[in-house]
């Protein structure tokens, strides 16, 4: 039985990274059209081939060492980042035999709670200024916009009166969550924003200011790696947007058209936004999603408890 778990874990993966290359070339091209541009289309048909040329020519570059960083920690990373945002893909309410179990939302907040680690350390252990700055900048954001996540989260947990992700396909199936939580859908996208570093929320990542944040020092397969880990992290949470909000199971046709309407949101953010001041990120997350998010909280709990009664 724990083989069988495992054989399928490991289709998943491979099936994640598949997508997470596709998914970089989706964003390149919708970049390239936002700009009145191509993006890349020269390697293979219309381009296909290009993140894995990509792919091979960042793991077969030299990997650089610098003398002052802490090479063990550095070093291990990225590696852990990527691991982290590929098993949080266990939580997925997959209906083929593949892993599903009860407790799937607090599995998910302590991957989530993990990743402000790897990107810390990845800033410490470089013992560069600049990748320093950027992770503690990225720190402060994630940790900040987590809060709204997990209330947002919970509204919903009290709503469904469970854990299990498998639990808000069953009670959308008449009704999407997100004509009775508007508000809140677009909380959770802009959260999800910041929580993956993308634009306007990336910090972490300043070229004009901090090079190129807390991956500065990163070349070949570290930052390859790096890259990995935020892209499957965006993609996973498209997929989760939509199993919280627009109820649709994993093993229909429409739960994929809606990942990708998703994911399209994420890029064309990207190619519109500008980055935000720093103080304006903080002030956004602690005094308008934090009230929003509490009061929603606090009515999900009333309308339950009238349900009940």
């Excluded at 993990?114 to 560069?128: E, F």
């Excluded at 570093?197 to 500065?216: C, K």
Aim: hydrophobic residues 55%; neutral net charge; charged residues 10%.
């Amino acid at each position: 039985m724990m083989m069988i778990e495992f054989v399928n874990y490991l289709i998943l993966i491979i099936c994640v990274l598949v997508g997470v290359a596709f998914v970089t070339l989706f964003e390149r091209k919708i970049l390239g059209y936002i700009q009145i541009r191509k993006g890349p289309n020269k390697v293979g048909y219309m381009g296909v081939l290009q993140p894995f040329s990509d792919a091979v020519k960042l793991f077969t570059k030299e990997q650089i060492m610098p003398t002052m960083s802490n090479f063990l920690v550095y070093y291990m990373c990225p590696i852990f980042s990527l691991f982290l945002s590929l098993i949080v893909w266990v939580v997925m309410p997959y209906e083929v035999g593949l892993i599903s179990f009860n407790m799937s939302v607090l599995f998910f907040f302590c991957c989530l709670s993990l990743g402000v680690y790897s990107t810390m350390v990845a800033g410490w252990s470089s013992n560069c200024k600049y990748s320093l700055l950027g992770s503690l900048r990225a720190v402060a954001q994630t940790i900040s916009y987590e809060v709204s996540l997990a209330l947002i989260l919970l509204s919903f947990i009290v709503l469904i009166g469970g854990f299990s992700l498998e639990l808000l396909t069953k009670f959308q199936s008449s009704m999407w969550f997100v004509f009775i939580s508007l508000p809140l859908s677009l909380i959770w996208f802009a959260s999800c924003l910041a929580e993956t570093n993308r634009t306007p929320f990336d910090f972490a990542e300043g070229e004009s200011e901090l090079v190129s944040g807390f991956n500065t020092e990163y070349g070949s397969g570290g930052f390859a790696l790096i890259f990995m880990a935020e892209y499957a992290s965006i993609l996973f949470m498209s997929v989760l947007f939509v199993v919280i909000f627009l109820g649709s199971s994993p093993c229909s046709m429409m739960f994929y058209i809606k990942t990708v309407m998703v994911g399209f949101i994420f890029v064309w953010v990207r190619g519109t936004l500008p980055r935000l001041r720093y103080d304006k990120l903080m002030y956004l997350a602690w005094k308008s999603f934090l009230p929003v998010s509490i009061n929603y909280l606090v009515f999900f709990v009333g309308l339950k408890s009238l349900c009940l009664m």
